[in-house]
């Protein structure tokens, strides 16, 4: 068993039962890919040597703590802090105390919400989108594809804007202002037609919002004309663009629909209106659960969003390509889909994010990540020579190699760690039935045939045990 099956309890009884560590801390540093973080916290004194071993008694899974814990080797020279000034950024001018934000969305729905999302350190909130609309949501309205310890993959919701009326919104941003006038108060918010784009806009200006994301995205609504429909068509989202320009001083963001061939069409679209910046991804339209149960001669399907850790690679692709486009250059850039971790965060950022959002992960683990999101960012720029977050905007940009520009001149073997290997045959009959059979079975263990092999690493993404992995040696492909 590994830090991956810790609970993450909230109150957790292995760190009431610690007395000299926050083994509850330590083990959510690793679950969110922050071992440097882990090190640093340990520094040159590791208590758990010495230890009866009370965490583990206390664990509702008896995990075996100090063995995780003793595993990591403490770096020498002592604890360093964090500098976190190096996360310092802006939005459209706003200065940010680090590039995290939440995303319009359930999490910040409410003023005791962002307030606790606030005094955790995210330095603000994109709040949930506000309305004219009488919203009436479904029960139940979420739903998730899960992997390993339960987990969430892909996160499936039918869930629409805020049903709290327009008065109680605006009493909300007034009191967040006042209380928090540093953390960035980003309001999103739809109309059904020109005269609800140009109403709203005027009205959240006045309740001292910071900026406003127009909704062009979300795939859940029951009016037509609204959400997503309006962002597929680049002609109504320049026309209401345009129009909130016209109602606002404030910097406005497109929040963007990735429902759509290419989200280039759009974003100008919104530049030409006069948005400051762009806003991507939202849900991906997709099915929630559909009823196998034939009991009831129907089969009931519901068309909802999906989001989570599965929909990270579609949304750098679209990041990447709004960062590319010179018509775009300097538009602000906040960016979401998948973001649990600050490697997540920062994959985003080195292609043209300069700010990110997040809303699933928060749902499955609390505002409490934000503590790994920025402390994993810092120590790595700290780490790196970066004096700011700003230094490594974009810097991937130049590395995205196209389908037809990609090199297919060498193989790169798989490694076979044979002192990790447990016979289950896995890789053997992945290679044999979906690979190109460069795998055979001598005495319970694999053996590549270098001839057959052509480097697809299949066995190194299936093997349980992470006893095959890439050699990372480049081997000219032989010649025809």
Same mark, same amino acid.
């Given at each position: 068993?590994?830090h991956?099956?810790?609970?993450l309890?909230?109150?957790?009884?292995?760190t009431?039962a610690?007395?000299?560590?926050?083994?509850?801390?330590?083990?959510?540093?690793?679950?969110?890919?922050n071992?440097a973080?882990?090190?640093n916290?340990?520094?040159e004194?590791?208590p758990?040597?010495?230890?009866?071993?009370?965490c583990e008694?206390a664990?509702?899974?008896h995990?075996?703590?100090?063995d995780i814990?003793?595993?990591?080797?403490?770096?020498?020279?002592?604890?360093?802090?964090?500098?976190?000034?190096?996360?310092?950024?802006?939005?459209?001018?706003?200065?940010?105390?680090?590039?995290?934000?939440?995303?319009?969305? @359930?999490?910040?729905?409410?003023?005791e919400? #962002?307030?606790?999302?606030?005094e *955790?350190?995210?330095a603000?909130? *994109?709040f949930?989108?506000?309305? +004219?609309?009488?919203i009436?949501?479904a029960s139940?309205?979420?739903s998730?594809?899960?992997?390993?310890?339960?987990?969430i993959?892909?996160?499936?919701?039918?869930?629409?804007?805020?049903?709290?009326? +327009?008065?109680?919104?605006?009493?909300?941003?007034?009191? +967040?202002?006042?209380?928090?006038p540093?953390?960035?108060l980003?309001?999103?918010?739809?109309?059904?037609?020109?005269?609800?784009w140009?109403? +709203?806009?005027?009205?959240?200006?006045?309740?001292?919002?910071?900026?406003?994301?127009?909704?062009?995205?979300?795939?859940?609504?029951?009016e037509?004309?609204t959400?997503?429909? @309006?962002?597929?068509?680049?002609?109504?989202?320049?026309?209401?663009?345009?129009?909130?320009?016209?109602?606002?001083?404030?910097?406005?963001?497109?929040?963007l629909?990735p429902?759509?061939?290419?989200?280039?069409?759009s974003?100008?679209?919104?530049?030409?209106?006069?948005?400051?910046?762009?806003?991507?991804?939202?849900?991906?339209k997709?099915?929630?659960?559909?009823?196998?149960?034939?009991t009831?001669?129907?089969?009931?399907?519901?068309i909802g969003?999906?989001s989570?850790?599965?929909v990270?690679?579609?949304?750098?692709?679209?990041?990447?390509e709004?960062?590319?486009d010179?018509?775009?250059t300097?538009?602000?850039i906040?960016?979401?889909?998948?973001?649990?971790?600050?490697?997540d965060?920062?994959?985003?950022?080195?292609l043209?994010?300069?700010?990110?959002?997040?809303?699933?992960?928060?749902m499955?683990?609390?505002?409490?990540?934000?503590?790994?999101l920025?402390e994993?960012l810092?120590?790595?720029?700290?780490?790196?020579?970066?004096r700011?977050?700003?230094?490594?905007?974009?810097?991937?940009?130049?590395?995205?190699?196209?389908?037809?520009?990609?090199?297919?001149?060498f193989?790169?073997?798989?490694?076979?760690?044979r002192e990790?290997?447990?016979?289950?045959?896995? #890789?053997?009959?992945?290679?044999?039935?979906?690979?190109?059979?460069?795998i055979?079975?001598?005495?319970?263990?694999?053996?590549?045939?270098p001839?057959?092999?052509?480097? #697809?690493?299949?066995?190194v993404?299936?093997?349980?045990?992470?006893?095959?992995?890439?050699?990372?040696?480049?081997?000219?492909?032989?010649?025809d």
């Open positions: 068993m590994n991956q099956q810790c609970l309890c909230h109150d957790a009884a292995c009431r610690c007395g000299r560590l926050d083994p509850a801390r330590m083990l959510r540093r690793l679950y969110f890919d071992e973080g882990a090190l916290a340990l520094a004194d590791n758990c040597r010495e230890c009866a071993g009370k008694t664990c509702p899974l995990l075996p703590i100090r814990i003793t595993s990591l080797k403490p770096q020498s020279g002592g604890k360093k802090e964090v500098d976190y000034s190096c996360l310092k950024t802006d939005f459209c001018g706003f200065e940010l105390e680090n590039p995290f934000l939440l995303s319009s969305s @359930v999490v910040a729905s409410t003023y919400m #962002c307030a606790r999302a606030f *955790a350190g995210w603000g909130a *994109a949930k989108t506000v309305c +004219l609309m009488d009436r949501e139940p309205r979420f998730a594809i899960k992997g390993d310890n339960s987990r993959i892909g996160f499936k919701n039918i869930e629409q804007l805020s049903d709290h009326t +327009l008065e109680e919104n605006i009493a909300v941003f007034r009191k +967040l202002k006042k209380n928090y540093h953390k960035l980003l309001v999103s918010f739809m109309g059904r037609d020109d005269r609800e140009a109403y +709203l806009a005027a009205k959240l200006t006045e309740a001292g919002a910071d900026a406003l994301e127009m909704n062009f995205s979300c795939p859940n609504m029951t037509e004309h959400g997503s429909d @309006v962002g597929q068509i680049p002609a109504l989202v320049e026309r209401y663009t345009r129009i909130v320009r016209e109602h606002t001083h404030l910097p406005i963001i497109a929040k629909t429902n759509v061939t290419d989200i280039r069409l974003a100008e679209a919104a530049g030409r209106g006069g948005a400051d910046g762009l806003a991507a991804i939202n849900t991906i997709s099915l929630i659960d559909v009823d196998i149960d034939p009831d001669g129907i089969y009931h399907v519901a969003g999906y989570g850790k599965a990270k690679p579609i949304a750098l692709r679209f990041i990447a709004l960062s590319q010179p018509q775009l300097g538009q602000h906040t960016a979401m889909g998948g973001i649990e971790t600050w490697k965060a920062l994959e985003f950022i080195v043209g994010a300069d700010s990110v959002q997040v809303t699933t992960a928060v499955q683990y609390g505002y409490r990540i934000i503590d790994d920025r994993g810092a120590i790595y720029l700290q780490d790196h020579g970066f700011s977050v700003r230094d490594i905007e974009n810097s991937a940009i130049e590395g995205i190699v196209s389908t037809e520009t990609l090199d297919r001149s193989i790169i073997y798989p490694k076979f760690l990790r290997c447990v016979g289950c045959q896995r #890789c053997y009959l992945s290679c044999l039935d979906g690979g190109h059979q460069a055979t079975m001598k005495d319970g263990h694999p053996q590549l045939d001839g057959k092999c052509v480097g #697809c690493h299949l066995c993404l299936v093997y349980p045990q992470q006893a095959i992995v890439s050699s990372n040696v480049k081997v000219p492909k032989k010649k």
